[in-house]
């Protein structure tokens, strides 16, 4: 199984400020076909479903703010949130989609500062 | 817009069989991936298997095949069952949609949780 790697596990970051979460797998998630990473992006808020936030690495899902972005290829990625809003707060997790069982990074919690 | 809702007991009981049922409304259940998730109290996530609307599934290979995954197409419905329950399957149930059968989910169901607890 790919494992799925996340830091840090918990992040508190000002109003306004960029937040930066990363995520690591075990072996490229780089499909050489299509030139596409296979991972993807959620924000989970309390008492909810993840929702799904950018996936291939970089492409934002439509009506996701574009404040969000996501970078990174191979084994390395990130999630920016270039100024956080108060509606931020959440815990968000990276999935690799490149092979099964997909499997989740450990989620890493975003707070207030 | 596609919608998702699970069903089922909230309470099973140790080594009896858990199941679940997931209604898709507004749109069809044709020509999808449809998955389950499973997330523990306070912790991650942890995909389960998928099914194809044709029949074909796909499990996570460390759940010890104690899953099986059916859909019924005429109602527009899916199914997840897990025999032998334990404590450690108490969670909360998703069901999702493999939006462009490339392994990410969107939409998701809102949850049920499952306590196994005698």
């Known amino acids: 199984d790919i494992v799925m790697t996340q830091s840090p596990d918990s992040l508190a970051v000002s109003l306004g400020e960029r937040a930066t979460i990363n995520c690591k797998s075990s072996q490229s998630l780089l499909y050489s076909s299509n030139d596409k990473n296979y991972l993807t992006w959620y924000q989970q808020k309390p008492g909810q479903p993840p929702k799904l936030l950018i996936y ?22 990130t999630l920016t949130i270039s100024s956080l809003q108060a509606e931020d707060v959440a815990v968000y997790y990276c999935q690799q989609c490149y092979n099964t069982p997909y499997t989740f990074g450990q989620g890493t919690k975003l707070e207030i500062k | 817009q596609v919608q998702l809702q699970e069903s089922g007991p909230g309470l099973v009981k140790p080594s009896e069989t858990l199941s679940l049922t997931c209604t898709v409304s507004g749109g069809s259940i044709g020509g999808y991936f449809w998955s389950w998730i499973r997330q523990p109290p306070g912790k991650g996530l942890e995909w389960i298997g998928y099914i194809y609307y044709s029949g074909g599934t796909n499990y996570n290979p460390s759940l010890k095949s104690r899953f099986t995954i059916s859909i ?7 199914s997840l069952k897990l025999n032998s329950v334990t404590a450690a399957d108490t969670a909360v149930y998703y069901c999702a949609r493999d939006s462009a059968s490339m392994g990410w989910f969107d ?12």
């Open chain 2, 72 to 78: 019924d197409t005429s109602k527009n419905q899916f």
């Open chain 2, 107 to 118: 939409p998701w169901g809102q949850g049920t949780l499952v306590t196994v607890s005698s």
């Open chain 1, 56 to 77: 291939w690495a970089s492409t934002r899902e439509s009506g996701v703010p574009d404040r969000f972005s996501g970078s990174g290829s191979g084994t390395d990625f």
